[in-house]
């Protein structure tokens, strides 16, 4: 009998699906990785387990202990999955430009939310991130998952996002487009598949407002490229530890207003991009052939 012990197995071995009508005209197949079929509705239940299994696995999060985290939305729904079967309590800090859906099925899985300014630097004591840090030196028996920079992020795609994309694809795939948040997905998933072949093309998807472009092309950290921006769960203020820029080939940089952005390439046999989203890219982002 194909039987699960609980919901946490049901994670991973998402389907690719072929995109037929928004890449009408592309002289190329795209698929998009549906990571939306994970039980948390998103990619992000891949490394939220990880985190928890390896700091159990290193004593850092102890029985009855408390997850703590600062959270878009998918990351806390992914922790608060493995909260519910392991016995652990959550408490996720987020920012005020989330939607109040998000905040309110955290606390339906019994998550307690701490809503923070978004238009704040990284430091700053009211920071998501800021608060925290705090509340995991203040809080006894508890783990901050740390996303940005707990390597067990990265790790998650590397045993599990990069294998069913290289085998789903029987070794065909030619470049991989995802978005860049924390860096854990699009690093991650790179590093095995550069490792199957390192002529495979990753782009990188970064939003303006966001200091990660201007990083990867210059290796500076100019804090004049960061400015509030409405799209969700992409872009950073600062660069995370999980990323390694030498796996990733391109960044380019969204909008928030629609179709505003157009992506030149000359040929792509298989593009396969999957986020929190469930477009190949982002609605406002288009191939387009020259």
């Given amino acids: 009998m194909d039987i699960k012990n609980n919901i946490l197995e049901t994670i991973g071995k998402t389907p690719l699906i072929r995109l037929n009508k928004i890449t009408a005209g592309l002289p190329c197949e795209v698929l998009a990785k549906v990571d939306y079929f994970n039980p948390g509705n998103s990619i992000k239940d891949r490394m939220a387990v990880k985190m928890v299994e390896v700091a159990e696995q290193e004593g850092k999060l102890k029985p009855g202990g408390t997850i703590i985290e600062c959270t878009s939305g998918n990351t806390g729904m992914g922790l608060a999955l493995a909260a519910i079967v392991k016995g652990y309590k959550c408490i996720f800090t987020t920012t005020d430009k989330q939607s109040k859906e998000k905040i309110d099925i955290l606390k339906a899985v019994g998550a307690e939310v701490i809503v923070c300014p978004t238009n704040v630097e990284p430091e700053d004591p009211r920071s998501y991130y800021s608060v925290a840090r705090r509340l995991a030196k203040e809080i006894p028996n508890s783990f901050h998952a740390n996303q940005y920079d707990?390597?067990?992020?990265?790790?998650?795609?590397?045993?599990?996002?990069?294998?069913?994309?290289?085998?789903?694809?029987?070794?065909?795939?030619?470049?991989l487009v995802?978005?860049?948040?924390?860096?854990?997905?699009?690093?991650?998933?790179?590093?095995?598949?550069?490792?199957?072949?390192?002529?495979?093309?990753?782009?990188?998807?970064?939003?303006?407002g966001s200091?990660?472009?201007?990083?990867?092309?210059?290796?500076?950290?100019?804090?004049n490229e960061v400015h509030p921006y409405i799209s969700e769960g992409f872009g950073e203020d600062f660069v995370p530890e999980n990323y390694n820029m030498s796996v990733?080939?391109?960044?380019?940089?969204?909008?928030?207003?629609?179709?505003?952005?157009?992506?030149?390439?000359?040929?792509?046999?298989?593009?396969?991009?999957?986020?929190?989203n469930p477009f190949p890219v982002r609605p406002n982002l288009h191939l387009k052939i020259k």
């Fill in 178 to 208: 995802c978005t860049a948040g924390t860096g854990g997905t699009i690093t991650g998933t790179a590093m095995f598949l550069k490792e199957k072949n390192p002529n495979i093309q990753v782009w990188a998807i970064d939003v303006y």
């Fill in 150 to 175: 707990n390597l067990a992020n990265r790790l998650a795609h590397y045993e599990s996002t990069g294998p069913e994309l290289w085998e789903q694809t029987e070794g065909k795939i030619t470049h």
């Fill in 211 to 223: 200091l990660l472009t201007k990083y990867f092309k210059t290796g500076t950290i100019d804090m």
């Fill in 248 to 276: 990733i080939d391109h960044f380019e940089q969204v909008t928030d207003i629609k179709d505003h952005d157009k992506y030149n390439c000359k040929e792509i046999n298989y593009c396969n991009s999957y986020s929190d």
